[in-house]
């Protein structure tokens, strides 16, 4: 595919769990472009998340003869400015802590509310908080259980959504 030609032929995203691609779409991200300008477009009329605004099969291979000109270093080269978003990744910022939810081993739960934007339309999450100078022992259970978390994907299993790794 177009993406796995610009991607060294990895397909993106591909190493994600279920549930990091699905907030990766939910979100709205995007995948880092190419340093071409002329493809970087393309791919991101591609990737519009409206399927009724993608170009046609036609247009793509159209637009793609029309970039043969181009080296391929620079076809395929991804633009070092673009930021990569790691839709599992939250800042502590973010979260404004709405009630305490009770205590688990690992230490307190709470509801929060993820709000980036900070417009009122933020995401309702529960925020497992690791205990205050724990053991190695302890912290390493508990990326065991993030590990664990992140391969589930059922709609009646709490679903794992990132982590926040800030003090």
Request: include cysteine.
């Amino acid at each position: 595919t177009l993406l796995e030609i610009c991607f060294d032929a990895d397909v993106p995203l591909k190493e994600r769990a279920p549930s990091e691609k699905e907030r990766f779409y939910e979100k709205k991200h995007r995948l880092p472009e190419p340093s071409c300008r002329e493809l970087a477009t393309l791919i991101c009329q591609c990737l519009n998340y409206s399927p009724g605004e993608r170009p046609s099969f036609r247009t793509i291979l159209r637009d793609l003869t029309q970039l043969q000109p181009h080296a391929l270093v620079d076809v395929t080269a991804v633009n070092p400015d673009f930021p990569v978003s790691d839709p599992t990744v939250f800042q502590k910022r973010y979260l404004k802590k709405i009630r305490g939810l009770g205590e688990g081993h690992f230490g307190r739960v709470s509801l929060c509310c993820y709000d980036p934007t900070n417009d009122g339309t933020g995401e309702m999450v529960a925020v497992k908080s690791l205990k205050a100078g724990c053991s190695q022992q302890l912290l390493s259970s508990w990326s065991r259980e993030i590990q664990i978390l992140k391969t589930l994907y059922h709609e009646n299993i709490v679903k794992y959504k990132g982590c926040c790794s800030d003090q």
